[in-house]
């Protein structure tokens, strides 16, 4: 099982948009909408932050997150860019294997 | 509140045994799958595998069957990382989760013990 394919790295200003994304194959990401995104700051345990591709958790997810699916790659946008939006995001799918696979994860720099 | 509480850091040596151990709480243990996951030093999420508690339903993670073992005790609501062998190469964060079903994503997750391996 390999891992998703993310970029390693991406940045943007302040109030800017970001798209980050995620590869796989058509046996995880293309064939179920389960995929999941979360976000992980330094020195702290990784946090959910999209699920079932495009849903945030209740309570406490910005509504600046937004996720989305075509083929075999997933996306996650973070609109309105924040200082705090600062980490490392990693993209998830289940697959047919009935497991789960992690991307490499991207580090989102805010200039 | 939903909390997994994880165990304290360890430090062992090659070839020696370790258990470690997260206690969940402020749900129903045996109703959502309990998951574990790696993350080495300075690189990216690894998926080990999951246990149902209810029935023990267990799954591993390609890289991981046969290398560590997952169990769970619901009369004390405690899952349970496990290998009966260490490498230099166990070192890492390991990081336990909770999941609704087997599918869902991992909507909990513990604060993480950290487990060097050297000699």
């Known amino acids: 099982q390999s891992a998703l394919t993310q970029p390693a790295s991406v940045s943007g200003s302040p109030g800017q948009s970001i798209t980050i994304s995620c590869t796989g194959t058509?046996?995880?990401?293309?064939?179920?909408?389960?995929v999941a995104w979360y976000q992980q700051r330094p020195g702290k345990a990784p946090k959910l932050i999209i699920y079932?591709?495009?849903?945030r958790p209740s309570g406490g997810v910005s509504n600046r997150f937004s996720g989305s699916k075509s083929g075999n790659t997933a996306s996650l946008t973070i609109s309105g860019l924040r200082a705090e939006d600062e980490a490392d995001y990693y993209c998830?799918?289940?697959?047919?294997?009935?497991?789960?696979?992690f991307g490499g994860g991207t580090k989102l720099t805010v200039l | 509140e939903v909390q997994l509480e994880q165990s304290g850091a360890e430090m062992k040596k090659p070839g020696e045994s370790l258990r470690i151990s997260c206690k969940a709480s402020?749900?129903?243990?045996?109703?959502?799958?309990i998951g574990w996951v790696r993350q080495m030093p300075g690189k990216g999420l690894e998926w080990m595998g999951i246990?149902?508690?209810?029935?023990?339903?267990?799954r591993y993670g390609p890289s991981f069957q046969g290398q560590v073992a997952i169990s769970a005790d619901k009369s004390i609501t405690t899952a349970y990382l496990e290998w009966r062998s260490l490498k230099a190469s166990d070192t890492a964060m390991y990081y336990c989760?909770?999941?609704?079903?087997?599918?869902?994503?991992?909507?909990?997750w513990g604060q993480g013990t950290q487990v060097f391996v050297s000699s």
């Open positions: 989760t909770r999941g609704y079903s087997a599918s869902s994503e991992f909507d909990s």
């Open positions: 402020g749900y129903s243990f045996i109703n959502y799958w």
């Open positions: 246990i149902y508690p209810g029935d023990s339903d267990t």
């Open positions: 058509n046996s995880d990401v293309g064939a179920y909408n389960y």
């Open positions: 079932d591709v495009s849903y």
């Open positions: 998830s799918s289940y697959t047919s294997s009935s497991t789960w696979v």
